[in-house]
C-alpha cells in the first residue's frame, strides 16, 4: 500500500488503511445555521451573514473587527491574528458562514477567531456532522479528511466479526459504525457520540479489544511452545522448609502456592503474577516454590528492584534456607570485582542453587547453569517482568512475579490478560489495623512531641520526606534538615537518616541500626517505599501526603503494622489542597483495602500508574475505556476464545486491521 506523507506519521499512521481507525475526537455541527438572535453563548454555533463593515483596530491592540448580518441580528467577528490578505475576504456584502462560540462583550455578541469560510448564499450545507480528528503540525483537518474520504470509500471495510459473533454480542456491523463515527448523519445523537456510548462506537471499541485480547492470547500461546522444566510439586526440601516455619499458611497463602504448584509441573514455562497486599506474606510463598526448584535440580533466582529490598530477601531467604543446608549468593552493584566473579563462576557452574540480588544484576549478561525459577518482587517497579534477559539455552525458567500494587480486575482483564494471576486476599493473623490521621502541616510541633512520648516507650518510627518531584538535590536537602530539625527537638533519641544517594553498604548499615532498635526514628525519602520489613516500626509520618499517588501512599503505610503493636499513620498535609489532592486523601484515610484503593485510584486518574509497569507490552488502547467499558470488555474476551477456536482467518484479519502498521505495540 502506498505509504502516507511523513507528518502523518506523527499521528501513528504510516499507510492509508490506517485512517480507517483515526477517529474523530468531537463532531461540529454544520449541518444548520442559527439566526444571529437565536445564538446561545457557551455552544459551538454556525451563523451566516453579510459583511456590513470591516476595519482594522488598533485599541487596545491590533485587530481586525468584522461586522456581519443576517436577517435579524448583527454580530462581531474578532480575528487577533490576522494576514494583511484576509481583510479581502470581508469585503463588504461578501457572505460568510462562521463557527465558533458566541460571548458578549460592551460592543455586542461576538466571536473571537471562529472558523470561517466565504460562501454565497446558494452553497449547500454539508449533510453529516464536521468530525474534528486528531491532528499534527503538517497534518490539517483537510489533509485528513482528504485521506479520509479515500480510506473510505476504496479501503477494506470488510467485518472481521463472525456474523454468529455479532449477533450473540448485540453488535452493530463494521462498515456501518466506521461510517457514522467518520460522517455522522444529521439525525444522529451527538450526545450518544460525543460520549461514544452510540452502538457504532460500541462496535468500534469492541474490536479494538478483541484485538487487544486476541494479541496477548497469541503471545501467551506462542510463550507456551517454549519448554521448561517439570518441576514435582511434591517437595522434600518445601515439606522441611514450612515445618521449620513459626507459623502456619494462611488459607490464600495455600490456595496461591497451589496455582504455583500445578504452573510449575507443567512443561512450558510459568507466567504467574502473585498479587497481595503489603504483608500478606508473598515472600514465603516465593521461597516454597524455590525449594521445590531446587529440590528438582534446578537454579532460583529472587530480584527486587532495590537493594535494600533485595538484601531483605537475602537475609529472610539465609535464615530459611542455610539451616536446611542451601547456601544464599548475594549479588549487588556493591559486591567487589573479586566476589563478585566469584558468585558469577558459583551460578556458572551450577555449584549456587539459589542467589538474591538487584534486578539490574540479574539483567545484565548472567549465564546460570540450570535456572529453573525466577522470582520478581514488586513486579511494577522493574517494567515488563517478560522482557527479562535472562539468557538461558534450551529451556526457559518459570517466572513468578509479585506485586503489591493490586492491579483492578479489568486492568488484570485487558493489559494483564497474558498473564496467570494469583491473589492472596487475606493477612495473616493476629495484625492490628493500621489507624491513619490527616494532620495539617501546621500542627507539626503537636506530632513531634506525640513521637517523643511513643519513642520514649520503646516504639519506632518512620518520618517519610516530600517527594519532589523536580529537583532530586532540594528533595535530599529536605531530607538532610529535617534529621537535623528532628534530632534537634528530640536530643534523647536517635534519629537516623537513610535517602537514595548514600552508598548502598552504609544504607545497610542504616536499616540494620533501625531493625536491631539502636535507631528510634528513621528519616527516609521515599527509599523505603518497597518491601521493607521491620515489626516494632509503629509510626509512619509522611510529609506532603498530598503530593504522593494512591498506591505509594497505601505501600508506605504498609511499612508500619508488620507487627502486633497497634500502629498508626500520620499524614501530614499542606493547604490548601487540589481537588484531585482532597479526593486521594479521602481514599487512604477512608480505606485499608489495597484493591479498593487501587480501584479508586483507576478512577482518579486512570490506567497510566499500572500500565507504567506493562510499557509496550500490551497493545495500547486509544477508544474503549476500561472504567466505562467493562462491560464490552467481558464481551470481547468471550468472543476472542471464540475467534481463536473456530475464526482463524478472521482472526488474523481483525488483527492486521487493528494491529497491523502498530505491530511494536504487541511484540510480545
Ligand atoms: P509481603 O507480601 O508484603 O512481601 P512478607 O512476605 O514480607 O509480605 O510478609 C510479611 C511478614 O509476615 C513477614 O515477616 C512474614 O514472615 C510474615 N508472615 C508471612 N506469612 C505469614 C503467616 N501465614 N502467618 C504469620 N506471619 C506470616
Ligand atoms: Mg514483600
Known sequence: ?????????????????????????????????????????????????????????????????VRIADQRGELS?????????????????????????????????????????????????????????P??????????????AQVLERGDLVDTLPESLRRTYALADFAGSVLTVHRPPPDTSLAALSSRQHAAWQR???????????????????????????????????????????????????????????DMWASYPMQRLLQGDVGSGKTVVAALAAAQAMDAGYQVAFMAPTEILAEQHYHKLRSWFEPLGVGVVWLAGSLSKKNRDLALAQLQS?????????????????????????????????????RLALRQKGVQPHQLMMSATPI?????????????????????????????????????????????????????????????????????????????????????????????????AEKTAMMAAFAAGEVNLLVATTVIEVGVDVPNATLMVIEHAERMGLAQLHQLRGRVGRGTGKSTCVLLYQQPLSELAR????????????????????????????LGARQSGAPMLRFADLTTDANLLESAQAAALEMLESYPAETAAHLARWLGSRQEYVKA
Open 204 to 262: 468500534i471499541k469492541f474490536d479494538e479489544l478483541l484485538a487487544q485480547q486476541l494479541s496477548l492470547r497469541l503471545a501467551r500461546q506462542s510463550r507456551r511452545a517454549l519448554g521448561a522444566p517439570e518441576i514435582p510439586a511434591v517437595s522434600a526440601l518445601a515439606e522441611r522448609l514450612l515445618g521449620g516455619l513459626p507459623f502456619a499458611l494462611t488459607a490464600a497463602q495455600q490456595r496461591v502456592w497451589s496455582d504455583i504448584k500445578r
Open 350 to 386: 551450577g555449584e549456587a542453587r539459589l542467589a538474591a540480588g538487584t534486578h539490574a544484576l540479574f539483567q545484565s549478561q548472567i549465564e546460570f547453569s540450570r535456572l529453573g525459577l525466577a522470582v520478581i518482587d514488586e513486579q511494577h517497579r522493574f517494567g515488563v517482568a517478560q
Open 1 to 65: 500500500m502506498r505509504p502516507l506523507p511523513a507528518a502523518f506519521a506523527k499521528l501513528g499512521l504510516a499507510v492509508l488503511a490506517d485512517l480507517l481507525l483515526h477517529l474523530p475526537l468531537r463532531y461540529e455541527d454544520e449541518t444548520r445555521i442559527t439566526p444571529i438572535d437565536d445564538l446561545r453563548p457557551g455552544y459551538l454555533q454556525q451563523v451566516q451573514g453579510v459583511v456590513t463593515h470591516c476595519s482594522v483596530q488598533y485599541k487596545p491592540r491590533k485587530q481586525l473587527v
Open 583 to 610: 479526593a486521594r486523601l479521602k481514599v487512604i484515610f477512608e480505606c485499608a483495602d489495597g484493591f479498593a484503593i487501587a480501584s479508586e485510584d483507576l478512577k482518579l486518574r486512570g490506567p497510566g500508574e499500572f
Open 408 to 504: 483492578p480486575r479489568t486492568l488484570a482483564m485487558s493489559y494483564y490478560a497474558d498473564l496467570d494471576v494469583s491473589v492472596i486476599d487475606e493477612l495473616p493473623p493476629g495484625r492490628s489495623p493500621i489507624t491513619t490521621k490527616l494532620l495539617s502541616e501546621n500542627r507539626r510541633q503537636q506530632l513531634v512531641n506525640t513521637i517523643r512520648a511513643q519513642c520514649q516507650a520503646g516504639a519506632q518510627a518512620y518520618w517519610v520526606c516530600p517527594l519532589i518531584e523536580e529537583s532530586e538535590k532540594l528533595q535530599l536537602q529536605t531530607a538532610i534538615n529535617t534529621q537535623a530539625a528532628l534530632q534537634a527537638a528530640l536530643p534523647a533519641m536517635r534519629v537516623g537518616l537513610i535517602h537514595g544517594r548514600m552508598k548502598p
Open 77 to 133: 467577528l474578532r480575528f487577533l491574528h490576522f494576514y494583511a490578505s484576509q481583510a479581502a475576504q470581508f469585503a463588504t456584502g461578501n457572505v460568510i458562514r462562521a463557527i465558533g462560540e458566541v460571548r458578549s462583550s460592551l460592543l455586542g455578541d461576538e466571536m473571537v477567531h471562529p472558523r470561517y469560510r466565504v460562501v454565497n448564499e446558494e452553497t449547500a450545507l454539508p449533510d453529516s456532522l464536521t468530525p474534528i480528528y
Open 135 to 148: 491532528a499534527a503540525a503538517g497534518v490539517s483537518q483537510t489533509l485528513l479528511r482528504k485521506y479520509i
